[in-house]
């Protein structure tokens, strides 16, 4: 597997190179560029580089961590035929800093995330300050008619609507505080979608499993009515039966969206679930946009302070780690070029927990941005002023290709 992966990469990475140098040759002869026939693969992808720096407890206490992280990523697609397309994502990263050397096993914890059934991982350097991991995170062959669409292999499922909280997303929850991770997790899994007409569609998807308790297999209808669109799923996800709907559409000038799923379990053990998000949205005439979300969760406690965010199971079924989840969230654009905004996530239970992030976005140059992004996590004991055992920063530069 390992040489495998380095294998995809190299591959990806030469061919990059040897196509912007067949470029770079023609213009430097003075020769214009022939036209070309369409190509019948795609290569594209980023470099990111990030750097975390972490306060624990008061700032002032001077308990402070720095962490670093580089991120290439090359996405690359072969056109088989008009109707048959193979995609593998290659994500290759790079960690090193304190939270490196003072964490035990890091390789393993880096190494298990957002994997499926199938190991496409492998850790090509593992040393007491430096990790490095390659991952194909999609890896999958479609075929596209006008009525069908099947896919077969690692790939995303997404069956959400809303924008933090996605109770239908049943293969591949994902959490609003990772903001680095823009694909999101996939799964490896078989999907089937019959088109029946114009915004309406229904599929079936089966997750690859050893286990019956491991095992998601559902089934959705995609349709339009009354102006919103809207959809129905049913079906079986880790020992439970699972039933749930959503829908977008507007409320006069403003956005709203939904969903709410229904998890009962089909052995003694379990327990019932229900999860139900409500979002708002509305672009004001001077390009201010607004967000509001409400999030409620059965499994979710009513206690416990802000450090439960770090460490609950997340799933479609447990998606925060509190009862209930109010989020704000606004963003301007300052300039063409400079992007600000804040969100923010409120949960009104006993230890009244609270989660703050500011962003700015700054496009530096074509396919050049650079991020400021911060994250402030508090709550409260009673009686008692506002704690945050945790503060973090950081600046994230990108280069698109």
Known sequence: MKRFLNGCFLAFLLGAVQGWGQTDTLQAAGMPEPEEPPKSWELRGYIKNMQTGLFLDDPASGNFLQDNLIHQRTNFRWFVSDRVRFTAELRTRAFFGDLVRGTEDYAGLVDNANNDYADLSVILLDK??????????????????????????????????????????????????????EERPGSDALRVRYFTGFAGSVELAVKAFDRWEDAVIAGLWKFNAFQFDGQL??????????????????????????????????????EKAFALTLAFDYSFSNNLYAHAGYLYNSLGAMDGDISSLFGFQLSAKNLYPFRHALFLQAGYPFTPLLNGGVALI????????????????LSMAENWDLDLVGQVVASKERNAAYASPLQAVFLRTRFSF
Do not use: C, H
């Open 233 to 270: 799923l049913a079906g079986y996800a880790r020992e439970d039966a699972v039933l749930g709907a959503g829908w977008a559409g507007n409320l006069g000038n403003a956005g709203f969206k939904g969903e709410a799923t229904y998890f009962i379990p089909l052995n003694d053990s379990g």
């Open 128 to 181: 007491p300050a430096w990790v490095v991991q390659s991952m194909l995170d999609r890896l999958y062959l479609e075929y596209a008619s006008e009525k069908w669409e099947v896919r077969l292999g690692r790939q995303r499922i997404n069956w959400g609507i809303s924008t933090v909280w996605n109770p239908n997303d049943l293969f591949n929850a994902f959490a609003f505080t990772d903001f680095d991770y």
């Open 346 to 361: 409120y949960s009104p239970v006993e230890s009244r927990a609270l989660f703050l992030n500011p962003s700015l976005t």
